[in-house]
């Protein structure tokens, strides 16, 4: 049964830095794996989609990275600002006949001023 | 713009109670999906439905029903039998082909208490 961990849990940073984001799926049979943002009280945004086949993906300030041999993502977010703060999650589809995603519970990012 | 309407935003219910969480979506997505988000414990697949007239359960269907008699609209009941329905359920879509890469799509979600 695929699982997804995201670590820590929390995290504060001082503005201006950059930082990563962690998660890791235990089955390496993914077809993508997409990173998602939730601001309190709202629903999820889609940040950036990998499909089995990337190494990465780029948008703005971000970066995703996939590793599926070793079963782990990292977002990579530059210069971060006070508009970052929020919870970010994985998600996880695996390589099989249903259309289940498996989420990780998620980082919840605080951007000191 | 394109996107995913849930309604209400905050429901109340009573003991003994069904109530119905409205979700219309107008992008033209195929799939579309019910989660429950606890404090802590991430998203879980209540239920999913990748055509009109088709649905299947996720993890915890319990408690819970679904219809899909248009392209646009996947309502969720939580009936009587969920005992423990204080949550936020999130409605999402996502565009054609179960191994499609599209991304899904979420709505803004509906805060589900009892009273």
């Known amino acids: 049964k695929q699982e997804v961990t995201q670590i820590p849990a929390a995290l504060s940073v001082p503005e201006g830095e950059n930082l990563v984001l962690n998660c890791s799926f235990t089955?390496?049979?993914?077809?993508?794996l997409q990173w998602f943002r939730q601001d309190p009280g709202k629903g999820l945004t889609s940040l950036l989609l990998?499909?089995?086949?990337?190494r990465e993906q780029t948008s703005g300030r971000l970066n995703a990275s996939l590793d599926k041999s070793s079963g782990r993502s990292t977002l990579y977010i530059a210069a971060s600002q006070p508009g970052d703060s929020a919870t970010y999650l994985c998600a996880v589809k695996s390589n099989n006949r249903d259309d289940k995603i498996i989420f990780g519970k998620g980082t919840r990012l605080h951007i000191l001023p | 713009d394109g996107g995913i309407t849930q309604s209400p935003k905050y429901l109340f219910r009573k003991e003994g109670q069904n109530v119905t969480l409205s979700c219309e979506q107008n992008l033209n997505h195929d799939a579309m999906y019910w989660y429950r988000q606890d404090p802590g414990q991430g998203l879980r697949l209540i239920y999913y439905?990748?055509?009109?007239?088709?649905?299947q359960k996720g993890d915890i269907a319990e408690g819970y029903s679904v219809s899909r008699e248009k392209k646009e609209s996947f309502p969720l009941t939580v009936t009587s039998a969920q005992k423990n329905p204080t949550a936020f359920y999130l409605c999402?879509?996502?565009?054609?082909?179960?191994?499609?890469?599209?991304?899904?799509?979420f709505g803004d979600g509906t805060r589900l208490s009892i009273l």
């Open positions: 089955d390496s049979a993914i077809y993508n």
């Open positions: 990998i499909q089995s086949s990337q």
């Open positions: 439905s990748q055509i009109v007239n088709d649905f």
């Open positions: 999402a879509s996502r565009g054609q082909g179960l191994y499609s890469n599209q991304p899904q799509h």
